[in-house]
């Protein structure tokens, strides 16, 4: 079952010179609905869910679903379903994609977007040579998910009966087509608002309470107590990371350097394989946080406060090797030629969300390399192979 890899690039072109940063998903939604469609995919199975009606921040359209009835000797065997994400990060937006042989560069000093537009053509490849080979295969449902790159949202808030109930999964999101991914960490995202209070700094700095020292203070904390960067305590191990330190919009401190501080507001997250692990990264972050807080006074015994909120953004999940879905995975890599390299992530997944719902669900790379910085590039010899790969596990017997 070969598959025609000068279509597959011509369509990963395509996809890879329409923007669309998380969030903002209805361009390359309709890029690849036209795709499908060209394909031979009737129209009537293609549809947008609401889950962007469910996901609390805002995202211009819901996930791209497609119905491919069963055909043939399988037309009748469980459903299996085909899913990735089609946003990007913002740092993708203006990518001019650009073939050099057997790698796709970009001519911008962007990030070129392989991440996820690799997965997106490997599904309407998918779909593309079921139809032009007239293949035997399974019903079949593609997912193309939305705001994947800020939180996993698509897949959290998909509703599994508009899947069809698929009984497994597989998910393209990396860079090795003979990785099977068969777990993945949980993550909590959480957010530190400081109070101080504001005074002015070459007048009266003894009447103010600086939020930025608190941070100092509270950060410094952290670092000693071995719970910044990678953490490991016991026999358990995690990361976690402090993100972006902003001031509060319109408050009355404002950037001037002769105020002292008066508000902070802080982004971070905690990860680990280990699901009480990461809470236990968050704890010692509130801890910190609240300690330095009560440390910073002013002249009057006034001291600084914090609202700290922690979400778990997914949960962390490991399948085991014997269940049919791993198996369909590691036996389908070999059959294209692969080395299945059965592994876990240290990032998230979609695919956790997905086997949160119940669907066992395996991850593939597509040929992304350095994705999310501005020397990323595809490798379309994995493309290749993930495309072939996509093909083997929807007609195997």
Same mark, same amino acid.
């Given at each position: 079952?070969p598959?025609?890899?000068?279509?597959a690039?011509?369509r990963?072109?395509? &996809?890879?010179?329409v923007e669309?940063v998380t969030?903002q998903?209805?361009?390359?939604?309709?890029e690849?609905t #036209?795709a499908?469609k060209e394909?031979g995919?009737?129209?009537?199975?293609? @549809?947008?869910d609401?889950?962007?009606?469910r996901? $609390?921040v805002p995202?211009?359209?819901g996930?791209?679903?497609?119905?491919?009835?069963? @055909?043939?000797?399988?037309h009748?065997q469980? /459903?299996?379903? &085909?899913m990735?994400?089609?946003?990007?990060?913002?740092?993708?937006?203006?990518a001019? $994609?650009?073939?050099?042989k @057997?790698?796709?560069?970009?001519? #911008?000093?962007?990030a070129l977007g392989g991440?996820?537009r690799c997965?997106c053509?490997?599904?309407?490849?998918l779909a593309a040579?079921?139809e032009k080979?007239?293949?035997?295969h399974?019903p079949?449902?593609?997912? &193309?998910c939305v705001r994947?790159?800020?939180?996993?949202?698509?897949?959290?808030?998909?509703?599994l009966?508009?899947?069809g109930?698929?009984?497994? #999964?597989f998910?393209?999101?990396g860079?090795s087509?003979?990785n099977v991914?068969?777990?993945?960490?949980?993550?909590d995202?959480?957010? *530190?608002?400081?109070f101080g /209070?504001?005074s002015?700094?070459?007048?009266a700095?003894? @009447?103010?309470i600086s939020?930025t020292?608190?941070?100092?203070?509270a950060?410094a904390?952290? !670092? #000693?107590?071995?719970?910044?960067?990678?953490? *490991?305590?016991?026999k358990?191990q995690?990361t976690?990371?402090?993100?972006?330190?902003?001031?509060?919009?319109?408050?009355?401190a404002?950037?001037?350097?002769?105020?002292v501080t008066?508000?902070v507001?802080?982004?971070?997250?905690?990860r680990?394989?280990?699901?009480?692990f990461f809470?236990?990264?968050?704890?010692?972050? !509130?801890?910190? &946080?609240?300690?330095?807080?009560?440390?910073?006074t002013?002249?009057q015994g006034?001291a600084?406060? *914090?609202?700290?909120?922690?979400?778990t953004?997914y949960?962390?999940?490991?399948?085991?090797?014997?269940? $049919?879905v791993?198996?369909?995975?590691?036996?389908a890599v070999s059959?294209?030629?692969?080395?299945?390299?059965? /592994?876990?992530?240290?990032?998230g997944?979609?695919?956790?969300?997905?086997v949160r719902?119940?669907?066992p669900?395996?991850t593939f790379g597509a040929?992304?390399n350095?994705a999310?910085?501005?020397?990323?590039?595809?490798?379309?010899?994995?493309y290749?192979?993930?495309?072939?790969l996509?093909?083997?596990?929807a007609?195997?017997r």
């Amino acid at each position: 079952m070969p598959v025609d890899t000068k279509a597959a690039t011509d369509r990963l072109m395509r &996809f890879l010179a329409v923007e669309g940063v998380t969030g903002q998903e209805a361009a390359i939604g309709r890029e690849l609905t #036209a795709a499908l469609k060209e394909s031979g995919v009737p129209a009537k199975p293609i @549809r947008l869910d609401d889950a962007n009606t469910r996901i $609390p921040v805002p995202t211009e359209t819901g996930n791209l679903i497609v119905d491919l009835p069963g @055909r043939g000797a399988l037309h009748n065997q469980p /459903r299996i379903m &085909f899913m990735t994400h089609m946003d990007t990060v913002p740092l993708c937006a203006g990518a001019k $994609p650009k073939l050099a042989k @057997r790698k796709i560069v970009n001519d #911008a000093k962007t990030a070129l977007g392989g991440d996820n537009r690799c997965g997106c053509g490997v599904l309407v490849t998918l779909a593309a040579e079921l139809e032009k080979q007239n293949l035997d295969h399974p019903p079949i449902t593609l997912l &193309f998910c939305v705001r994947e790159e800020s939180g996993l949202y698509g897949a959290r808030h998909v509703k599994l009966d508009e899947l069809g109930s698929p009984v497994m #999964a597989f998910n393209y999101d990396g860079g090795s087509a003979s990785n099977v991914v068969i777990g993945a960490v949980g993550a909590d995202r959480w957010t *530190v608002e400081i109070f101080g /209070r504001a005074s002015h700094a070459g007048v009266a700095p003894e @009447r103010g309470i600086s939020s930025t020292m608190i941070l100092a203070l509270a950060l410094a904390d952290v !670092k #000693a107590g071995g719970w910044f960067g990678k953490v *490991v305590k016991r026999k358990q191990q995690g990361t976690s990371n402090v993100g972006p330190v902003t001031g509060g919009e319109g408050r009355p401190a404002g950037d001037a350097t002769n105020v002292v501080t008066d508000y902070v507001h802080v982004r971070g997250e905690s990860r680990s394989h280990d699901g009480k692990f990461f809470k236990e990264i968050t704890k010692a972050y !509130k801890a910190a &946080f609240e300690k330095a807080a009560k440390r910073v006074t002013n002249a009057q015994g006034k001291a600084g406060k *914090v609202k700290f909120k922690a979400e778990t953004d997914y949960y962390p999940f490991r399948m085991k090797e014997n269940l $049919p879905v791993v198996k369909r995975a590691i036996e389908a890599v070999s059959a294209v030629g692969g080395t299945p390299n059965v /592994r876990a992530a240290n990032g998230g997944l979609d695919a956790n969300w997905m086997v949160r719902h119940g669907v066992p669900t395996v991850t593939f790379g597509a040929g992304q390399n350095e994705a999310h910085t501005i020397d990323e590039w595809i490798n379309l010899d994995e493309y290749d192979r993930a495309c072939a790969l996509a093909l083997q596990l929807a007609t195997m017997r």
